[in-house]
C-alpha cells in the first residue's frame, strides 16, 4: 500500500511516496503529487513480481568492480604473493576498461575488443593471463556464487602464445657478461647471475633468498615458497665458496645473517624481488653485447649444459622444480651440436 506525504518547504510543496512490498521499504521525493502517486504504482508492481527497479541489477547479476574485488579475496590465501600483487594488477585493468557494467551485460564483443586494446600495448602472453582470469572469475560466479552468467569470452579467439624464448649462452658470452658483472653498481649483480647459472634457479627464487636458505654444511639451497612445490638445489663449489665469501664480507661490516642474501635489508623489491636486478642485468648484457636476453635465459642456459654434460632429464627436471618433464625436455632443442659431436663416436662402425 503506497501513501503520499505532502511537505511544505520554503520554495513550495514537496510530496513524498513510500511503499512497504514484502518487508521491503522505498522511499522517494517528488514536485507533484501525480508523480509521486505514478512513481508509487510503477514500483509496488515491479516488486511484487520480483524484478528489479531501475538502475538495479538482477538477483542473479553482480556489478563487474564488486565480482573482480569478491574473486581476488576469494582466490587470494592459495595462491603465492606475487600472483597475488598480479591479480590486482589484472582485475584494476579490467575495472578501468569495462567501468559501470555488470557481469551480464558484458558480450564477446566487449572481450574480443579488449584483446585488441590490449595486444597494442603487450604481447600475446599478458593478454591471455587477462583473458584466464576473466574466465575463472565467471566460473566462480556462475558455480560458487549462483549468478546465471556465463563466459562472454568462451568463444572469443585468443591470440597466439609466443614460442618459447631459449636462449643459450655460450661460454664466452658467459665469461664476458660476468665481466661487465663485477664492474656494474649493482654490488651483488655478479654473485646473483652467478648462482642462476650454476643452480637454474628462477630469477625471483634467486632474488628473494633468505640466508635462513642457504645450508652450507649440506651444500643444499632450501627453497620452502617457490612456483612449484618446495625443493632443494644443490650448490656448486663455486656457489659454496661465493657464499662463505659473501658471508665473510657481512662479518667484516657487521651486519647480520638473518635476512635477504641479495635484496637490501627494507622492503624494496620484496614484492617483485626478480625485478630488483633486472635494470642492472639488463645494462651488464647490452655493454656484454648480448641482445634479447633475459634473467630467465640464465637458467635456461644453466639447465643446458646440464643435460649436455650427460645429467639426465628427471634430474635436471628435479633441479628445476618442473613437475612435467615435458617441460625439461625443451632444454634439448639446443643439442644440435652435440649430438653431431656425439655420434662421432660410432663413425667409424662398419667400416
Not at 524484478?51 to 553482480?62: K, R, S
Not at 568462451?154 to 665481466?179: C, F, G, H, W, Y
Not at 642492472?280 to 642456459?301: E, K, P, Q, V
Request: with cysteine; net charge positive.
Amino acid at each position: 500500500m503506497a501513501s503520499i506525504t505532502r511537505i511544505n518547504r520554503k520554495f513550495g510543496p514537496v510530496f513524498r511516496a513510500s511503499i512497504c512490498v514484502k518487508g521491503r521499504r522505498e522511499t522517494a521525493t517528488f514536485d507533484s503529487k501525480a508523480k509521486a502517486m505514478t512513481w508509487a504504482e510503477e514500483t509496488e508492481a515491479l516488486l511484487r513480481s520480483g524484478e528489479p527497479l531501475p538502475g538495479e541489477l538482477p538477483a542473479n547479476d553482480m556489478r563487474f568492480n564488486e565480482a573482480v574485488e569478491k574473486y581476488t579475496m576469494a582466490v587470494a590465501p592459495r595462491k603465492k604473493r606475487n600472483t597475488q600483487r598480479l591479480d590486482q594488477e589484472i582485475g584494476g585493468r579490467l575495472i578501468r576498461y569495462f567501468e559501470g557494467k555488470s557481469l551480464q551485460t558484458i558480450s564477446s564483443k566487449d572481450i574480443a575488443s579488449y584483446r585488441d586494446y590490449r595486444l597494442q600495448q603487450v604481447g600475446p602472453s599478458s593478454v591471455i593471463q587477462d583473458m584466464s582470469f576473466l574466465t575463472c572469475m565467471y566460473r566462480m560466479a556462475r558455480v560458487e556464487w549462483g549468478l546465471e552468467v556465463n563466459d562472454p569470452g568462451t568463444e572469443v579467439r585468443r591470440p597466439s602464445a609466443p614460442k618459447n624464448r631459449l636462449s643459450l649462452l655460450t661460454p664466452k658470452q658467459i665469461d664476458t657478461l660476468l665481466d661487465f658483472c663485477c664492474v656494474s653498481k649493482s654490488e651483488k649483480l655478479y654473485c646473483y647471475v652467478l648462482l642462476l647459472l650454476h643452480t637454474a634457479m628462477r630469477p625471483s627464487e634467486g632474488a628473494g633468498l633468505l640466508w635462513d636458505q642457504v645450508l652450507l654444511e649440506q651444500g643444499m639451497i632450501d627453497l620452502t615458497e617457490t612456483k612449484t612445490d618446495p625443493r632443494r638445489v644443490p650448490m656448486t663449489k663455486t656457489i659454496r665458496k661465493m657464499f662463505e665469501g659473501m658471508k665473510v664480507g657481512m662479518k667484516a661490516a657487521g651486519e647480520g645473517e638473518n635476512g635477504c642474501v641479495f635484496l637490501p635489508s627494507s622492503q624494496e623489491g620484496r614484492d617483485q624481488p626478480h625485478r630488483y636486478f633486472r635494470r642492472s642485468f639488463d645494462n651488464a648484457c647490452r655493454y656484454a653485447g648480448i641482445s634479447n636476453f633475459t634473467l630467465y635465459g640464465l637458467r635456461h642456459s644453466a639447465a643446458s649444459y646440464l643435460i649436455m654434460h650427460g645429467v639426465d632429464i628427471r634430474t635436471v627436471a628435479e633441479i628445476m622444480g618442473h613437475k612435467n618433464i615435458s617441460q625439461t625436455m625443451k632444454y634439448t632443442h639446443f643439442l644440435d651440436d652435440h649430438k653431431l659431436n656425439a655420434i662421432g663416436a660410432i663413425d667409424s662402425l662398419g667400416r
